[in-house]
């Protein structure tokens, strides 16, 4: 049952990870246009990674932009 439950994790973390890449692919680089899509690629990762709600600079996702630490 462990590995079931282990198997069942990294598929869910695969579908999150494709999920943010196609929410990336929306971006239009204009801050307020992207607003929404930034907001649900953030609850994204809060879902792999939920520390950085409180600690956005423990953001280590695998992109070059980083956290925009919720826009300060």
Do not use: R
């Not at 462990?2 to 990870?17: D, L, R, S, V, Y």
């Not at 899509?37 to 879902?47: G, R």
């Amino acid at each position: 049952m462990q590995h079931k439950n282990q198997k069942a994790k990294q598929m869910e973390e695969a579908t999150i990870h494709e999920e943010i890449k196609t929410l990336k692919a929306k971006l239009t680089g204009n801050l307020f246009e992207d607003g929404e899509t930034q907001q649900a690629i953030y609850e994204l990762k809060k879902q792999l990674q939920p520390e950085i709600e409180n600690q956005p600079e423990l953001d280590n996702y695998e992109d070059e932009d980083g956290c925009l630490y919720c826009g300060s």
